[in-house]
């Protein structure tokens, strides 16, 4: 079974600076993926960005990037110059790369960007 | 275009009565999914089906009952509505290749269900 674990209480953020969203990990599963959903205050889900587990390097989207650290299991969403439509949750989400499709999401981050 | 569409975008009904949500996608995609987040917003998988079959079926009360015509489109349906039932139910797809990457799942809008 997975199991995404997002701790963080809701984050203010300056507008233009940087946020850093934690996301910690455990999977049994060899071969896996890593994905960030942002859902803004009208609901839908959006996907921002997504890592596998045997990637070498970091994944990179416009403003998104993940700092996956696979030891420590965690895979950090990065945001750089925050904008007030960035103003929203984050959600992480693991999967098995094998096997069934579930796809298992921590309970999400709450980011307010002010300006 | 929409990729995922769901109706209703919201239902309102009485305890008891069934309902039905439905969505398609237009995506060409082989698997479906349906999701509840609940009022703390913790998202959790319902169901989800590949090429019609169903290969996901969480501990869900037997009342909810996924109904799958064509790849494109999978129906959720709700019997004897209770208050618990309240949430946001959302559908999504994702083109699943063996041992693919970048599959990652496109979500419908969300029917947001209140049950009075």
């Known amino acids: 079974a997975q199991k995404i674990t997002q701790t963080q209480p809701g984050m203010f953020v300056q507008e233009k600076e940087a946020v850093t969203l934690d996301c910690t990990y455990d999977t049994s599963d060899p071969s896996y993926g890593l994905f960030w959903y942002k859902q803004p205050s009208s609901g839908e889900m959006i996907f921002l960005i997504y890592q596998g587990s045997y990637d070498q390097q970091n994944a990179t989207e416009g403003r998104y990037s993940l700092n996956f650290q696979k030891a420590r299991k965690s895979a950090n969403l990065v945001i750089s110059a925050s904008q007030l439509g960035d103003s929203a949750m984050y959600f992480c989400a693991m999967r098995a790369l094998y096997g069934n499709n579930r796809l298992a999401f921590g309970k999400g981050n709450q980011v307010v960007v002010i300006p | 275009d929409t990729a995922v569409s769901q109706t209703p975008k919201y239902l309102v009904t009485q305890m008891g009565n069934d309902k039905s949500i439905k969505c398609e996608q237009n995506l060409g995609h082989d698997t479906m999914y349906w999701y509840k987040q609940d009022s703390k917003k913790f998202l959790k998988i319902m169901f989800s089906?590949?090429?019609?079959?169903?290969?996901i079926n969480e501990t869900v009360p037997n009342r909810f009952s996924p109904k799958s015509p064509d790849k494109a489109h999978l129906n959720l349906h709700i019997n004897s509505l209770e208050l618990g039932d309240s949430a946001v139910y959302f559908c999504a797809s994702s083109q699943d290749k063996a041992g693919g990457r970048n599959n990652e799942q496109f979500f419908g809008p969300g029917t947001r269900l209140t049950v009075l």
């Open positions: 089906y590949n090429n019609k079959e169903l290969i």
